[in-house]
């Protein structure tokens, strides 16, 4: 039997890299599958790769037009997929912004834009999931987090700043919810090959990223281990997987 069958997961910056392959993980085990993005294209064309793709191909998608920096888009995500489904298994918290410069160079803009959709992003959808997985009295949150929500480096304090505060509000969702039956796991990849760097607009960092021969983790790997994750008996809170490339060193 599939690991995830019949479950209900959303998954949020479903468009691209580490949240379309989890997506396509998800609907491999047979999970009721919500994907989301800005992106309408992108969401079609992932639809029409995720039907049938369980083994025995009942698995359904719903796509869902959102940008996660509007509070109420973010609302009306989770209550058009219990509409949908009916409940709420899994949140996939992964859409993230990640445009690093150092901070004297002062791009206002982009740090707005990194808090707005990798910090308030992540609090508005939670918020309304909690509020179906209360309900219910289960659920799951898995929050993207980074290597760089444990440590940080010239280039990267700001974007390091917005996933700090992931893990922090992680970890206080996880103590606040556990009589509930929610559990919260935080997921902290190292460098993964996906369109997250072709937004930075800083030349210097740019030159620096391109210059590494270091062989990246796929989005795979990380879908792997969100599916680990999702998949545990409710007995079990996997609460943080770090995953770093076997040649990152910190
Ligand atoms: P991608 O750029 O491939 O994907 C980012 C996703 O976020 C896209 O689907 C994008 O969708 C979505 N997104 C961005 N802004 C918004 C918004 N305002 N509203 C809704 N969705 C939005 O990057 P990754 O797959 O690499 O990133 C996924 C997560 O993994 C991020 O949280 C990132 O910080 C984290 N991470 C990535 C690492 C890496 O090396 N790649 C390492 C560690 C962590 P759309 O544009 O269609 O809205």
Partial sequence: MARLDGRVAVVTGATSGIGEATALALAAEEA????????????????DRMK?????????????????????????LIEK?????????????????????????????????????????????????????KQQGSGHLINISSVAGRKTRPTVGVYSGTKFA?????????????????RVTMVEPGAVATELTDHITDEEVRENLGSSQMEPLQ?????????????????????????RPTEQSN
């Fill in 81 to 133: 997929t219990r509409e949908e489904f009916g409940k709420l298994d899994i949140l996939v918290n992964n859409a993230g912004v990640m445009l690093l410069s150092k901070v004297e160079k002062g791009l206002s803009d982009q740090w707005r834009q990194m808090f707005d959709v990798n910090v308030m992003g992540l609090l508005y959808v939670t918020d309304a999931a909690v509020a179906v997985m």
């Fill in 32 to 47: 009721h599958v919500t994907i989301a993005g800005r992106r309408g294209d992108r969401l079609d064309d992932l639809t």
């Fill in 219 to 243: 989005s795979e790997d990380i879908a792997n281990a969100i599916v680990y994750a999702a998949s545990q008996p409710q007995r079990v809170s996997v609460n943080e997987i770090l995953i």
């Fill in 52 to 76: 049938g793709a369980g083994a025995d191909g009942d698995g359904q998608v719903l796509a869902i037009e959102c940008d996660v920096t509007d509070e109420q888009q973010a609302h009306d």
């Fill in 166 to 182: 992931v893990n922090a509000i992680s970890e206080a969702l996880r103590q606040e919810l556990l009589q509930d039956g929610i």
